[in-house]
């Protein structure tokens, strides 16, 4: 299985680059964690849009679905040009009524079941629900092999631990500094992201979802006087495993 951060900051994009959006491959399989704003443009530094398998969402705010009209457009152009009729499946939750948003000429909205396990090709995927203001859902991926656990939006929980126990990558929300209450809007500490990695015994640790004041830097610093494993930053490009 292979990840590459698309997307990696937190409300807004930067100057150049783009909010919440994460690229899973494995064999011939591609699919899109979230689909925050400016995720189109930087995916197609990497794969065309009409690559994607599938999308899959964890909330409907939108520094995670931003570019998801836009991803819907670029279908149907798409299937115009080539004369085709080619469908995107777009997974997300039913809570919310953002959900009927999901369906477009060739976009299908699939409501995904937070409690059961869903099958997308050679990735198994499942969820658990987020602390934060609206329903969101993080994602545990493995694809038998290795681990990948994806906060999504969410303030520290201990349920976290045992979620992502063992995991080989865990990309945590990092919106908030060491001493900071992030409770309110639902994001975490350097600090909480390091406690969950550490409890939880995983491999690697990327620090997501960035704040847009402070030294990013100082997130890191932070994180490693908790969690003593591998630890980055998130940057637009960055990779982890191999996709076969």
Known sequence: MKITVIGY?????????????YLVEKNDY?????????????????KKVTDLDAVILSH???????????????WLVQNNLEQTENILPIYGHSEDGAFSKLSHQYTNGMAYHPGETLQLGPLS??????????PCYGMRICDGTDVFVYTADTSYNNEWVQFAK???LLVTDTNFYKGMDGSGPGHMTSEEAATI???????????SHLPHFGQHTRLKQEAEDVFHGTIQLATEGLTWGEDS
């Not at 995927?125 to 609206?134: Q, R, S």
């Open 9 to 21: 900051w937190g409300g807004y994009p930067a100057a150049g680059s783009a909010t919440s959006s």
């Open 166 to 168: 063992g995991a080989d």
């Open 60 to 74: 409907y705010h939108h520094d995670h679905i931003a570019d998801l009209g836009v991803l819907q457009y670029a």
């Open 125 to 134: 995927i499942n969820f658990l629900k987020t602390d934060h203001p609206v």
């Open 197 to 207: 990695a550490n409890k939880a015994n995983v491999d690697t640790l990327w620090l």
């Open 30 to 46: 591609t699919l899109l964690v979230d689909c925050g704003s400016g995720s189109l443009s930087r995916l197609q530094q990497f």
